[in-house]
């Protein structure tokens, strides 16, 4: 079993408590293979720490702003936790102790050049890997620990990993090959649909992110598919994720329904949804490809995108289907594309996100004008590829994406 330290040393219980508590999530999958997970701190309270009675007694420690359930996983690290006194940089007495079996660094703070130097040179020491982890600098630090906490796994349980899904996934494009569907973003229309009692489209139907959260639109809908992949948002510790969790979770009790994600998050939502459920979690590998892939039947990977529409959604519904109606995917006018939900009002927007910008505040710091740009780029080439391999791609409700706006249509049912 390999060792992960965290770096630089934690000034205050408050810092050892948020790192300690992330990494409660991130870890879960490979609680059972990891050997201890070891945090220096540098406050002058080390001696009334007690790692066993934080991890017993995790629902009074645990922030609000994180997942309530991270208390119950915090039980199974109990052995696997250790504090040690480092009230400075150079923690080299702890290497000789820690240093043969340390895996990875996770530096939490990339603020100082001293710390970042420090961290490279205890990485030399040990060979340990180097995890730039700062949920003030790093734009998806949860992501970049994820991938890292993948490490512990051997190539054989990767490829068994992908191949169940593979798997599962087959056999429910076998029923539905050739069936029409209608895929729901999460735009305003998608909401006046649901008021109005609109007829919800074709026979399948394929719904994403927040949707999923409205137990409203699932009824109406009854989608087959269910789409997510935000590593903060759906994969993230934050009570926000959490509570899409649940929302997930709740989803999942209906039968023959399937939850398709990215290839990563597999095991932590099968830790979330019903036991019965846990084979139709489907997760999808994807890579910086340079073109599409309409079909996965064919190559069990998409081209990663910053968009589960592009990423996910079409490229699974093209692969089963030649006659797709696309729904609530909005999108705004460049003008306004200063945030994402920019459509959504000031209150519910904040309201839903604030507990992320808190937990994951460089997630955050992005340029939300060139994602949407790119991802209007991407809805044209990836539908106009489909379309020139035979599929008919309708937009049954108004849009400002260019590729869904030209291909406006009145509602076929």
């Given at each position: 079993m390999s060792d992960v330290l965290f770096f630089p040393p934690l000034p205050d219980r408050s810092r050892l408590l948020d790192q300690l508590f992330r990494s409660v999530w991130h870890f879960l999958p490979a609680v059972d293979k990891l050997g201890v997970l070891i945090y220096p701190y540098a406050g002058d309270d080390f001696a009334l720490?007690?790692?066993?009675?934080?991890?017993?007694?995790?629902?009074?420690?645990?922030?609000?702003?994180?997942?309530?359930?991270?208390?119950?996983?915090?039980q199974l690290y109990e052995q696997k936790v250790v504090f040690l006194k480092a009230p400075e940089l150079d923690i080299s007495p702890h290497i000789l102790t820690h240093g043969q079996n340390l895996k990875g660094i996770i530096v939490w703070d990339v603020s100082n050049e001293h710390v970042v130097s420090a961290a490279k040179k205890i990485a030399e020491q040990t060979g340990a890997e180097l995890i730039w982890a700062d949920p003030f600098a790093v734009h998806q630090e949860?992501?970049?620990?994820?991938?890292?906490?993948?490490?512990?796994?051997?190539?054989?349980?990767?490829?068994?990993?992908?191949?169940?899904?593979?798997?599962?996934?087959?056999?429910?494009?076998?029923?539905?090959?050739?069936?029409?569907?209608?895929?729901?973003?999460?735009?305003?229309?998608?909401?006046?649909?649901i008021d109005s009692g609109q007829h919800p489209g074709a026979r399948l139907r394929a719904v994403c992110n927040s949707t999923i959260t409205d137990p409203a639109a699932l009824e109406h809908l009854k989608p087959e598919m269910l789409f997510c992949g935000d590593p903060v948002q759906h994969c993230g510790p934050s009570l926000y994720a959490g509570q899409f969790r649940q929302h997930l979770a709740q989803a999942m009790n209906e039968p023959d329904r399937l939850l398709v994600t990215q290839l990563g998050y597999v095991p932590y939502f099968r830790h979330v949804v019903p036991s019965?459920?846990?084979?139709?979690?489907?997760?999808?590998?994807?890579?910086?490809?340079?073109?599409?892939?309409?079909d996965v039947t064919k190559e069990f990977i998409t081209a990663s995108t910053a968009n589960i529409f592009t990423m996910l959604v079409l490229p699974v519904v093209f692969s089963i289907s030649n006659e797709v109606e696309v729904y609530g995917c909005d999108g705004m006018s460049f003008q306004t594309a200063t945030r994402p939900w920019s459509h959504a009002h000031e209150e519910d927007y904040m309201g839903k996100m604030a507990?992320?910008?808190?937990?994951?505040?460089?997630?955050?710091?992005?340029?939300?004008?060139?994602?949407?740009?790119?991802?209007?780029?991407?809805?044209?080439?990836?539908?106009?590829?489909?379309?020139?391999?035979?599929?008919?791609?309708?937009?049954?409700?108004?849009?400002?994406?260019?590729?869904?706006?030209?291909?406006?249509?009145?509602a076929s049912g």
């Open positions: 720490l007690d790692s066993k009675q934080i991890l017993s007694m995790a629902k009074a420690y645990l922030s609000r702003d994180f997942d309530p359930a991270i208390a119950d996983y915090a949860t992501l970049v620990v994820i991938r890292f906490v993948y490490q512990f796994f051997a190539q054989s349980e990767l490829e068994c990993l992908a191949n169940q899904s593979y798997k599962n996934f087959t056999n429910y494009i076998t029923k539905w090959k050739g069936l029409p569907i209608s895929a729901y973003g999460n735009g305003p229309t998608l909401q006046t649909i019965a459920a846990r084979d139709r979690v489907i997760g999808i590998g994807n890579d910086r490809r340079p073109k599409f892939n309409i507990v992320t910008h808190r937990v994951h505040p460089g997630f955050w710091t992005r340029n939300y004008e060139e994602e949407f740009w790119s991802y209007c780029n991407d809805m044209e080439e990836i539908i106009g590829q489909a379309e020139r391999s035979g599929v008919s791609v309708k937009s049954i409700t108004p849009s400002y994406v260019p590729a869904l706006a030209k291909r406006h249509s009145l």
